[in-house]
């Protein structure tokens, strides 16, 4: 009975040893802390001493050298108050030598006063002349002052502060950016923060970071500890696909961490559509295109004076319009665009103006005239930005601006476009309009100044040649659409060239008569209006 009640004692004992055991282990990293607390203790304080030492020393520099400055003016000052002194004196001196001459005229002979009289005039014009040169004012007014830096005493404890930084990984944070494109680089900052959610002020050499690709692939990471509790990371993501970043400090992932970064393509494959859409055979000359809600989209048909609207899965749902010149009539309808409200513009070009229907089709309103005794020019692309209404008008040279009740705004681009065509906006909210008669994409800030243009006239590697449509997607790619050329050249977002598909024919991805615009699905295909192959081209990416 004694033996199985020592066993059940030694077994209770068990966890009893083990706690004893782990707290020997944290009492010697907390006395090993304690001690490297003492060291840290020190080595800041001569680190305070090496500062404070430095500061006096640059203190009593800068004392020294005021003082030098000081006795160097004084001295300058002095100087030029003697030589002021001296010619004021000596100018003095002469008046009264004549004043002297002239005393003695009065009580000397006739012809003694007749031999002065000469000498006295000359002497009088001379210093007269002298006097009148001479600055009578002191130099020496200009006073001198010593002016110290405002509030300096308040200033002194910013020149120094004590912080106790203990990196805490889970309040650590890095802002990553949620998509890069091929061959860009990735790079983004990691802030290391305490326990108590400040951030840190001395880096410590312990942030750890692993990318890899969705294949598994491991990709160099460059990370340089800024010093101050930063630390600056970059890499290059050369794969289409997802990055997996995990970013870790003392072990321990920080707050977000692993992260994701999504990587898309150059749209350097596209080459063939993967669908051709035509209305069931109707279309007759698809001019312009815009995403609403819901994927539903609408074509402008020049020919047929109206608009095909399409659904989300690219079937003909109805037909918007008729010819005529009647509200929610045209004749040669080009632009198109939807606002946030689903609510449809179209520019109405041999009517000269822009209608605004309802999403359901319902003729809303109208607007031409810009402002008394004039009207919009041949209105060709439109553009919906910032809850205004951008409208290319290609015989007026320039791009009206309107509200959304159709009230005049001002115009853009006046003087600078030859025959505007359809619009769009890039990343940087400035407007890109594809200037047909220059063959270039000409560039605006949305106040009308003039930036600079992309593309020069030609048929090669990022030339253009009588640009007509426009599209920008998510990612600041630009995508252009050129008659002259039969094809879509592509340039990225600093405007370099990237990439172009397309030829003359009626064959998959060849073009006849591109006079029509593009765009991008909410999906991110692109959909290109191949006006004279009666026919709008998908491509997706």
Not at 80 to 93: H, I, P, R, W
Request: net charge neutral.
């Amino acid at each position: 009975m004694a033996m199985k009640q020592r066993k059940g004692l030694e077994k209770m004992m068990e966890p009893v040893e083990k706690m004893i055991t782990e707290l020997s282990t944290a009492c010697k990293k907390v006395s090993s802390k304690k001690d490297k607390i003492g060291m840290q203790a020190k080595d800041v304080e001569k680190e305070i001493d090496r500062y404070y030492d430095d500061l006096h020393h640059r203190l009593q520099q800068q004392r020294d050298e005021l003082k030098k400055e000081l006795g160097e003016v004084t001295r300058q000052k002095k100087k030029e108050g003697t030589l002021q002194l001296e010619q004021m004196e000596s100018t003095q001196a002469q008046l009264e030598s004549v004043r002297e001459l002239h005393g003695a005229m009065k009580n000397g002979s006739d012809q003694e006063a007749m031999l002065m009289k000469k000498q006295v005039v000359d002497n009088v014009k001379r210093l007269s002349d002298d006097y009148n040169k001479l600055d009578t004012q002191p130099v020496l007014l200009a006073t001198m002052e010593f002016v110290t830096v405002e509030d300096y005493k308040n200033s002194i404890p910013q020149f120094g502060n004590l912080f106790d930084d203990d990196i805490c990984p889970v309040n650590c944070e890095a802002d990553l950016p949620q998509w890069v494109i091929e061959g860009e680089k990735i790079q983004f900052e990691v802030l290391t923060k305490n326990q108590n959610n400040h951030l840190c002020h001395k880096g410590e050499g312990k942030v750890v970071i692993q990318a890899q690709t969705s294949r598994g692939d491991m990709i160099p990471v460059d990370i340089k500890d800024n010093k101050d509790g930063s630390y600056s990371v970059s890499l290059v993501a050369n794969e289409v696909g997802e990055v997996k970043l995990s970013v870790t400090i003392k072990g321990q992932q920080i707050k977000g961490s692993p992260f994701n970064v999504n990587v898309h393509a150059t749209y350097t494959a596209i080459n063939r559509p993967s669908k051709v859409v035509n209305g069931d055979g109707k279309m007759g000359a698809p001019r312009g295109i815009a995403f609403g809600r819901n994927g539903m989209w609408a074509v402008t048909d020049e020919t047929n004076h109206c608009v095909w609207i399409f659904d989300g899965q690219d079937r003909l749902v109805r037909k918007l319009g008729s010819h005529g010149s009647g509200n929610g009539q045209f004749i040669r309808p080009l632009g198109i665009a939807f606002d946030d409200r689903n609510c449809l513009y179209v520019s109405d070009i041999n009517n000269h103006r822009v209608q605004k229907f309802e999403g359901s089709g319902a003729y809303l309103l109208q607007f031409s005239n810009k402002k008394k005794g004039s009207r919009t020019n041949h209105p060709l692309g439109v553009m919906v930005h910032n809850n205004e209404i951008y409208i290319a008008e290609s015989s007026g040279n320039c791009i009206s601006v309107f509200q959304f009740d159709g009230r005049y705004c001002h115009d853009i681009g006046s003087g600078d476009l030859s025959y505007p065509y359809y619009i769009a906006f890039d990343t940087n909210n400035q407007l890109l309009v594809a200037d047909y008669g220059h063959h270039c994409i000409s560039i605006f800030t949305l106040d009308g100044n003039y930036v600079g243009k992309i593309g020069t006239q030609g048929s090669g590697r990022g030339q253009l040649s009588h640009p007509c449509g426009i599209a920008t997607d998510m990612y600041g790619f630009i995508f252009v659409t050129e008659y002259g050329n039969s094809r879509v050249s592509i340039f990225n977002k600093d405007h370099v060239f990237i990439h172009s598909f397309g030829s003359s024919g009626p064959g998959p991805g060849q073009f006849a008569s591109l006079y029509g615009t593009i765009a991008f699905s909410p999906a991110g295909d692109i959909y290109v209006c191949d006006k004279g192959n009666k026919r709008i081209q998908i491509f997706s990416t």
